[in-house]
């Protein structure tokens, strides 16, 4: 691809896109090519709904008939393969239906190509987005590095910079810069997130027969995984982007750094976190403003901190845009319940703030969270909230969920005595947690090569002597870097959001 990309630059911007198009759409065959026929089927029908919605310059209602074509016919599809078969299942087990199916496999990516589009048509119909040529349009949905499990991109980051009228080939910079990138997040996966998976998997596999030690290592360990898995796929995705001169935007912030869960969740998948944001909650908080105003009800802050202000203006879009998140992460009933305590934890978040910040003085407040043991404190409880919904997130079903949560609260013991497996467990995890709470993450460590818009570096003695260069040190500790993880890359495994 790199060969590739160097040779079409010389042909011209035009070269380098095709190039690059073609590309990705053979990175995206490699898996499975059956389901090359599902991208470019699913590329075609949504940019023929672009032309329509882009032609009707006059006729408003026309337009907004087509996207609701468009729309349904990528929820239909996105339904058929992640949501028909686990509903239909369901129902089997509750003996409503008497059928059982084996259900079909799930396209990688699928989510992601699919809202990745449906932003676009909508932007496309408010006109906030620009009719792209075909050959702009399939680089913009299948450019391999986020392809197959984001960043979410849309379309106004990612277009203008393959408009730019620049030398389309490598840059030597961008290519070291990116390439480190690259290999920490390889190394984040391959070393750190794979090597601690086979405690989350063993715990996992029999929820209901963990003392609560077992319990707590297992979960601990999946919280861990889970955290470097991906990150490492995020900070991969953005160093190939990178290495092509393509900035991506950030996409995992340190999130379990966070001291409240509104903080959590502008750190963790902090694209979709946006996307939901732009295309659900401010749609939904709309619309109920617009009631309140035709009713004569207030929509200010003041009106928010009423318990009926507040429940409709707070609470509804934030319960329905995480349950909308968590049913996007898959169609059982545990992922339900995953959107539920989220929404929970962010509305109970909100009314804190609301509330806290009409009984106290905001510069009393603000130095309060300044002292360390305060602030250690809410990161602490925040990681547990998110640590019991990351329960849900992993357990096989619903059921199993609620076995691990009786297990972590010592249903069968604490298991304290001739606990060896599990005291090694926790040696592993108490280095990991000083890697997750301690170091800076990966843009900050490049912070000096404006990794993304906003990037500080951690302002500290260690962060200070962590900083990436061009050097001979950095040159070997990346090397050995990416040759430890090629070296445990023997047993296949995959990211854990390709399932999504």
Request: glycine letters at 8%; charged letters at 15%; aromatic letters at 16%.
């Amino acid at each position: 691809m790199l060969l590739g990309y160097q040779a079409a630059g010389y042909l011209g911007r035009r070269s380098v896109i095709a190039w690059l198009a073609i590309m990705s759409l053979v990175f995206y065959a490699e898996w499975r090519r059956a389901f090359l026929f599902l991208l470019v089927g699913s590329i075609l029908f949504n940019y023929a709904c672009s032309r329509l919605i882009a032609g009707l310059k006059e006729s408003e209602r026309a337009k907004g008939y087509v996207l609701f074509a468009g729309v349904s016919g990528n929820l239909l599809l996105l339904g058929y393969y992640k949501y028909l078969f686990p509903i239909l299942n369901g129902l089997g087990r509750l003996e409503i239906l008497h059928l059982q199916f084996a259900g079909v496999l799930l396209p990688l990516g699928i989510s992601f190509f699919t809202f990745t589009q449906i932003a676009y048509l909508i932007d496309l119909r408010q006109g906030a987005a620009e009719k792209q040529n075909f050959v702009d349009y399939v680089l913009f949905v299948t450019f391999f590095p986020h392809l197959i499990a984001g960043p979410l991109l849309h379309h106004s980051e990612i277009m203008p910079q393959f408009r730019e009228d620049r030398v389309y080939r490598l840059r030597l910079d961008d290519l070291s810069v990116g390439f480190s990138w690259f290999v920490m997040g390889l190394f984040k996966k391959v070393y750190l997130a794979d090597t601690i998976a086979p405690f989350a998997d063993a715990a996992f596999a029999h929820p209901g027969a963990l003392t609560a030690m077992g319990a707590w290592s297992g979960v601990l360990a999946y919280t861990a995984q889970l955290y470097f898995d991906f990150s490492g796929y995020s900070d991969m995705a953005i160093g190939l982007a990178r290495m092509l001169s393509v900035r991506f935007p950030l996409n995992f912030d340190s999130p379990y750094k966070a001291a409240n869960i509104i903080d959590f969740w502008a750190r963790w998948h902090m694209t979709l976190t946006r996307y939901v944001t732009l295309y659900l909650y401010n749609p939904v908080s709309l619309w109920v403003n617009r009631r309140r105003i035709a009713k004569g009800k207030k929509i200010s802050r003041k009106g928010s901190a009423t318990i009926e202000g507040f429940t409709s203006m707070v609470a509804f879009p934030t319960l329905f845009s995480m349950l909308i998140i968590g049913v996007w992460h898959g169609a059982g009933f545990q992922f339900l319940l995953f959107g539920v305590f989220h929404g929970v934890y962010l509305t109970v978040n909100h009314g804190w703030r609301i509330w806290r910040g009409r009984n106290k003085k905001a510069g009393a407040h603000v130095e309060e969270r300044r002292r360390w043991p305060v602030h250690a404190g809410c990161v602490l409880l925040t990681l547990l909230c998110v640590v019991i919904g990351q329960v849900l997130f992993r357990a096989n079903d619903t059921w199993d969920a609620f076995q691990m949560m009786a297990s972590m609260a010592a249903t069968h013991g604490l298991g304290l005595h001739g606990a060896g497996y599990e005291r090694k467990i926790f040696a592993r995890l108490t280095v990991l947690f000083a890697i997750i709470w301690v170091l800076p993450n990966t843009q900050q460590i490049l912070a000096r090569y404006n990794p993304a818009d906003g990037v500080v570096a951690l302002d500290s003695w260690l962060g200070r002597r962590l900083l990436w260069r061009p050097s001979a040190g950095w040159g070997l500790l990346i090397g050995g870097a990416f040759l430890l993880a090629l070296i445990y890359m023997e047993d296949t495994s995959r990211f854990l959001y390709f399932q999504f």
